[in-house]
């Protein structure tokens, strides 16, 4: 996806790790300024934000001003996409499990 796109894919937010520690930060904390988030990695501040507004492009990460401190929070909803693609699965796998013990089972008899 582009760079200059505005509305980026919540599966290319995702992939990265650093960007799923940041969901999991945000998502046990109501919000969490910059430097609190930043506190959590070994990169400085520039690197954080920047991994920060490829979330808020996915729509993950909502942002507001506090006087001159920036506070992030995260919006879950847009992860509904991954949990149906993982629920398909999950639900294919499950299929294809029990399809294997049925013919494991066969061939035992």
Do not use: C
């Amino acid at each position: 996806m582009s760079e200059n796109n505005p509305q980026r894919n919540v599966f290319d937010a995702i992939a990265d790790p650093t960007r799923r520690r940041l969901v999991r930060l945000l998502a046990e904390t109501d919000e969490m300024p910059l430097h609190e988030l930043t506190a959590h990695f070994q990169m400085g501040r520039t690197a954080v934000s920047k991994h920060l507004t490829i979330l808020k492009e996915a729509g993950l990460v909502l942002d507001r001003k506090v006087g001159r401190e920036t506070r992030f929070r995260l919006n879950a909803s847009p992860l509904q996409e991954v949990q149906d693609w993982v629920a398909f699965y999950s639900k294919f796998w499950s299929t294809n499990m029990l399809r294997l013990k049925q013919l494991l089972e066969e061939e035992e008899e």
